[in-house]
């Protein structure tokens, strides 16, 4: 029996058909009397039914472009109206293809569509989370003179990934405040990664060697008898 759910008396099965069908029932008692019955299902094609889905990732970082699909079952003349709330740009749009939408904050966002068709009216919705950036602090920009040590980033924080570039010059390129020994000027990126979210959040620092050291001249060698004293003399001239 295509569609029939079978079960033990009391007999009370489950029809599932996708066309018009007839099912037979035939009955025998413990006396052996059969007795028989039927009955028709009439499965109308023409019903009318529409549903809204809407399609996307649900986790996203601060900053990103959030990309939805229409993914509804509509009938003839279908319109869509979405409302994507207050914190979105844009806030709403209407047709069949939306827009990408950036949101101007993190949390939690409900997205609803409204569909209208020749069926009637079906309203879907959606749920976007919007993470937080990390804090990226690579520290402010700085000079050192030559042969000098800096150190560099900030004060780590639990559940964080950092990464330095180029690591060149640096004592750990993987921590949150490495020691800068360097002998030019350079710049360094920092990568900082929400292990949690997955988010990340860049900054840089740019430290300026100072060359320029100065050179101490002392008057020449000289010759005095024990006892006696001499004046010592030094000029300091800067190296340009």
Avoid: E
């Amino acid at each position: 029996m295509t569609g029939v759910q079978t079960c033990a008396l009391p007999i009370y099965p489950k029809v599932g058909t996708k066309s018009t069908t007839t099912y037979y029932l035939t009955f025998t008692d413990s006396l052996g009397v059969i007795s028989t019955d039927s009955i028709t299902i009439y499965v109308d094609t023409n019903c009318c039914k529409s549903w809204a889905l809407i399609g996307s990732d649900p986790w996203y970082c601060y900053g990103d472009t959030v990309y939805l699909a229409n993914n509804s079952f509509a009938g003839s003349g279908a319109t869509y109206q979405w409302d994507f709330g207050t914190n979105a740009t844009p806030g709403s749009f209407t047709g069949a293809t939306p827009p990408p939408v950036i949101f101007d904050t993190s949390g939690v966002f409900q997205i609803r569509l409204v569909l209208n068709d020749s069926c009637g009216t079906d309203t879907a919705y959606h749920d976007i989370n919007i993470y937080p950036l990390p804090n990226a602090d690579a520290g402010n920009d700085t000079s050192i003179c030559d042969q000098d040590t800096v150190s560099i980033g900030s004060i780590p924080v639990s559940y964080h990934s950092y990464s330095w570039f180029p690591a060149s010059g640096l004592s750990d390129s993987s921590i949150a405040n490495p020691n800068a020994y360097i002998d030019s000027t350079i710049t360094y990126v920092l990568i900082v990664t929400d292990d949690i979210s997955g988010c990340t959040a860049t900054d840089s620092i740019t430290i300026t060697v100072d060359t320029s050291l100065p050179v101490i001249n002392i008057a020449g060698d000289t010759i005095i008898c024990k006892g006696d004293s001499a004046i010592l003399t030094a000029d300091r001239k800067s190296v340009v």
